[in-house]
């Protein structure tokens, strides 16, 4: 059963819109980017007329938000600073929410103006490390490397470094070994004649990787714009979003029983140790976000654990909890999950059950309303069909200095297909952008075609920017929200941020109305 509509306040309401047209901005912006990507081969391989091109990727982009798993958008939420995370209903939640979409969106359209594919990967876990190292900061006794999950960052951050070289060396090795074994089919390596489509096994093969490379961003990109638009909505709409209200019948009673038989066993790591009452979801965050587990982790652990069992026993659904009860129940649950999964992790805690426990909990919390999904999506196809040209004519012309064969886009799209699909099993958010353009300049670098040294300059300056701009955006933009929220002028913050992006809105549409689709022309 689903819950029944929350009341909102005029103000809240209004606030809930700005978020969701900021998340949903995101992905759009995001679509300008990495969706681009997907098409610069079929444009420039006369495979397929541009705005045929922009709305298959879109619609397979869609394809892909709504077949994904979730579990990336969860992992882009691991990175927030635990107390924000607890606390996402307050003013700072509020504040730390809107600023890192801010802070992403002007860097992702700052980049797509010079028609540089940047990533809106690392654009986004930047503005999210920028607003925890502010907050850090703003917080009197806090130490500042604890506003960031940097173990979460470390495995992510790897996923982003060694997915652009996996790019770059297997699509040239694909490049080289497709001219060993298709030494009869020089027309595949040759420049396409222009005007001219491939022949149709090509067109078939080209139309195929672009489909792959589209629902493959779909299913990974399109969930860090969910994540984010779930965390709002968990902040503002708690008691329709805290909790799935679709869990299967009989999960709840199995996940008392667990939660029931897990106590005697943290009470027996933490030793008799005792904790003040109230203190236990202090201990926990700390634990989360500086890593030094003792006996009073245990003991915070299994109080949590004790008052989930009880809160829980005889109830077989959400519904006959109250707003208030829902959020403690989802901070519990959040608190004790992130807290077993990381002693498993750090073998402090070996307990065969803990993995059950936590994916049980994990299904209470973890889900994603599928209008959220279809909203990602659509966002991401219009940001393709809007903005993909300045980005397409940097991929399809700039990086060699040779036109674009079949066999190189191919080749590329190939393996950004199969790394992003890859890395979506393993829940790791990698970067359509870096992985297709390294694709690229692979295929460019072993076919000897000679490669634009200023383009990877820039790309690379745009690449190595990312990052602390993006840091340094959050850091700045939460601060200034922080000051806004304390000093109740959300209202006015609401009215400047709305009319900024619906003058965006305006120039952007503008430019699409009035511009001429036609596909660019080779260098």
Partial sequence: MVPTAEALTTGSLLFLVLAIVLALGFEFVNGFHDTANAVATVIYTNTLRPWVAVIWSGAWNLLGVLASSGGIAFAILALLPVELIVNIGTGPGFAMVFSLLTAAILWNLGTWYFGLPASSSHTLIGSIMGVGLANALLSPGSDIASGVNWSEVAKVFRALLFSP????????????????????????????????????????????????????HGSNDGQKGMGLLLLILIGILPGTYALNPHLEAGALATLQTQAARMEPTLLAQARSTKIEPGSETALLSSYLEHGHADERTFAAAATIDRRLAEVLRGKNDFTSFNVDERKTIRTDIYLLSSTLTKLAKTKAFNDPSVAGFTRQMNAATQFIPAWVKFAVALALGLGTMIGWKRIVVTVGEKIGKTHLTYAQGASAELVAMATIIAADQYHLPVSTTHVLSSGIAGTMAANRSGLQIQTLRNLATAWVLTLPVSVLLGAITFAGGLYIVVHSLIVQAVAVVGLALLALGAVLFRRVVLARTRTPAAS
Wanted: glycine content about 6%; overall charge positive; proline content about 12%.
């Fill in 165 to 216: 070289l996996i790019g770059f060396f297997v699509a040239a090795a694909l490049l080289l070994l497709a001219k060993a074994l298709l030494r009869k089919r020089p027309e595949l390596f040759a420049e396409p004649p222009k005007d001219t489509p491939p022949p149709r096994w090509v067109r078939g093969l080209l139309i195929l990787t672009c489909t792959g490379v589209s629902f493959a």
